[in-house]
């Protein structure tokens, strides 16, 4: 169970451009960052010299063992490759998309009434804690836009879970990265965040995207 109200240790899962961006803004932030790849690894190691310097290489096994916060920054179609069950207890962050214009029709998400994060966490082991954000924004925007807390000009992320625990952790960690958190409500409601949602690719201070939020589902509780 995670006892610190700031994770202090996060693993990463997938070492390509958004995962990268993560990394370096969390080892910024002055936190311990593992990353895990398929690349063996020796050479991811070699690779993070370049993409992330301070973040440590590791397999996914042993990053699971030693993060109780990791952040799946893998392809959507990718997911189920990874040893789900280690997954159990943690509280994990869900960047992934479902974007058929960019990565083909899923089988598993493919005419899905749900949000992609709901079909996710239901394939996690049912103490995983799944909280999903970060994917509303492009990697650069990730590192571009990120403002230390108070500035006038920082952009916001929402966070929407079902565990109201794990997303207060979560809503930490991207106040961290450098963003104001904006609730989202359940996982249920993080339809707001997918392509081609109103929030979607867009720099929207806390305020403006409250009002977004409450635009496109009428549910005034986004804090």
């Given at each position: 169970m995670m006892?610190?109200?700031?994770?202090?240790?996060?693993?990463v899962?997938g070492?390509g451009?958004?995962?990268s961006a993560?990394?370096?803004l969390a080892?910024r932030a002055g936190?311990?960052?593992?990353?895990?790849?398929?690349?063996?690894?020796?050479?991811?190691?070699?690779?993070?010299?370049?993409v992330?310097?301070?973040a440590?290489?590791?397999?996914?096994e042993?990053?699971?063992a030693?993060?109780?916060?990791?952040?799946l920054?893998?392809?959507l179609?990718?997911?189920?490759e990874l040893?789900l069950a280690?997954?159990?207890d943690h509280?994990?962050?869900?960047?992934?998309n479902?974007w058929p214009?960019?990565d083909g029709?899923?089988?598993?998400?493919?005419?899905a009434?749900?949000?992609?994060?709901?079909?996710v966490q239901?394939a996690?082991?049912?103490?995983?804690?799944?909280?999903k954000?970060l994917n509303?924004?492009g990697y650069h925007?990730?590192?571009?836009?990120?403002?230390?807390?108070?500035s006038?000009?920082r952009a916001?992320?929402?966070?929407?879970?079902?565990d109201p625990?794990?997303v207060a952790?979560?809503?930490?960690l991207i106040d961290?990265?450098?963003?104001d958190?904006?609730r989202?409500g359940?996982l249920?409601d993080?339809?707001?965040?997918q392509?081609?949602?109103?929030?979607?690719?867009?720099h929207l201070?806390?305020?403006?995207?409250r009002r977004?939020?409450v635009a496109?589902t009428?549910?005034?509780?986004?804090?």
């Amino acid at each position: 169970m995670m006892h610190d109200d700031q994770a202090q240790t996060i693993g990463v899962l997938g070492a390509g451009k958004a995962g990268s961006a993560i990394a370096r803004l969390a080892l910024r932030a002055g936190l311990d960052v593992l990353m895990a790849s398929s690349r063996p690894t020796a050479d991811l190691t070699e690779r993070l010299l370049c993409v992330a310097p301070g973040a440590r290489a590791t397999s996914t096994e042993q990053l699971l063992a030693e993060a109780e916060l990791a952040i799946l920054a893998v392809p959507l179609r990718r997911f189920r490759e990874l040893p789900l069950a280690l997954l159990a207890d943690h509280v994990v962050v869900d960047l992934m998309n479902d974007w058929p214009s960019h990565d083909g029709m899923l089988p598993d998400f493919a005419g899905a009434d749900r949000p992609s994060s709901v079909i996710v966490q239901d394939a996690l082991p049912t103490t995983a804690r799944l909280v999903k954000t970060l994917n509303h924004l492009g990697y650069h925007q990730i590192e571009e836009l990120a403002r230390p807390a108070g500035s006038t000009d920082r952009a916001a992320l929402a966070v929407a879970g079902d565990d109201p625990n794990a997303v207060a952790t979560v809503a930490r960690l991207i106040d961290r990265l450098g963003f104001d958190a904006v609730r989202a409500g359940t996982l249920h409601d993080s339809a707001t965040m997918q392509p081609g949602s109103v929030i979607f690719g867009m720099h929207l201070g806390a305020d403006s995207m409250r009002r977004a939020l409450v635009a496109a589902t009428g549910d005034t509780r986004a804090a």
